[in-house]
């Protein structure tokens, strides 16, 4: 494994086990690297949509194709930097099969200065037979001078330049 | 309560992922306001801390579902076909507040508009824009 890959890694891992959302959701990184992730989400009743079907809910697929992304922008990019989802456009080809964990391969397909683009498949055995799709664009370095913590103090005054992102 | 008190109350208690994430909504006539509060464990960036982008988007989704649940009885959740999300700016650890508008709700298909906010409602966090398939009761 490429030391880019090696740190990729450990980038999946840190927002696996350090997002609590992600823990929550018990999502793991089966694969990493050269721009693709590929992550799982474990079939769990609390996470269900539908409980007259059992499928799981619509946003847990929301969740795991940002992470998903996430990940694959760090997987394609030679250093860590930090990075916001600036929008998510999710296609629902049909529902996710009861009692099953669904994947999620995500590859980040072009970074330009500012902004890495993103396409992403969630399924259960074929990612030819998909759940559903997903199209992403994240903005690159976008906390870029935010310390940790920066989200505990109130915005500053002008309310309409803050930076977008709800960082995953 | 009335009918659609009681349907919007049906629906986000009928959800497993909304009682997850701790949605709640009021009501007030026709207009109604989802409310997500904030927890650990919707937290996606630990560091800044920042809520979950998909967590934002989930929020959005079922406020989608939900109001359409008030506009009208439906034989069973509308199937969302697609939802399109921007990001704003970072979900800081508060509560979030969202609204839909249903732009249309013909006889299959619904759009629905969603913004979330924080502290202030002129300067929303996310929006959503969904597309729903939808089964009205005949009656």
């Not at chain 1, 990184?29 to 769990?44: D, F, N, S």
Request: with cysteine; aromatic share 6%; glycine share 8%.
């Amino acid at each position: 494994m490429s030391e880019t890959n090696e740190q990729s890694r450990l980038i999946a891992t840190a927002m696996n086990e350090g997002s609590p959302q992600a823990r929550a959701l018990g999502f793991a990184t089966l694969q990493i690297g050269e721009g693709v992730a590929l992550l799982k989400v474990p079939y769990r009743p609390e996470i269900v949509g539908d409980p007259e079907t059992g499928v799981i809910a619509g946003g847990v697929m929301t969740t795991l194709l940002d992470h998903a992304s996430g990940q694959a922008v760090h997987a394609a990019l030679a250093t860590w930097t930090s990075i916001a989802t600036l929008d998510l456009r999710i296609d629902y080809m049909r529902p996710a099969i009861p009692g099953r964990d669904v994947l999620a391969r995500a590859h980040c397909y072009k970074i330009t200065r500012s902004v890495a683009f993103v396409r992403a498949v969630a399924y259960e055995d074929d990612p030819e037979d998909p759940v559903a799709t997903a199209q992403a664009t994240f903005m690159l370095d976008s906390s870029a001078g935010k310390k940790a913590g920066a989200n505990l103090k109130p915005p500053k005054a002008t309310a309409m330049g803050t930076k977008p992102g709800a960082a995953t | 309560m009335s009918e659609a008190d009681n349907r919007l109350v049906a629906v986000l208690g009928s959800i497993p992922y909304a009682r997850f994430l701790g949605i709640t909504a009021e009501l007030a006539g026709d207009e109604m306001t989802a409310i997500l509060p904030f927890a650990d464990h919707i937290v996606g960036n630990p560091m800044l801390p920042a809520i979950h982008g998909g967590v934002l988007g989930a929020f959005m989704e079922m406020t989608a579902l939900a109001q359409l649940s008030v506009a009208a009885p439906l034989k069973r959740q509308p199937r969302t076909v697609d939802v399109s999300i921007e990001y704003l700016r970072s979900g800081r650890p508060l509560t979030t507040y969202a609204r839909a508008t249903i732009k249309k709700l013909g006889r299959r298909v619904a759009n629905v508009h969603v913004e979330a906010w924080q502290e202030t409602r002129s300067a929303p966090i996310a929006t959503l824009r969904g597309i729903f398939l939808v089964a009205p009761t005949e009656d």
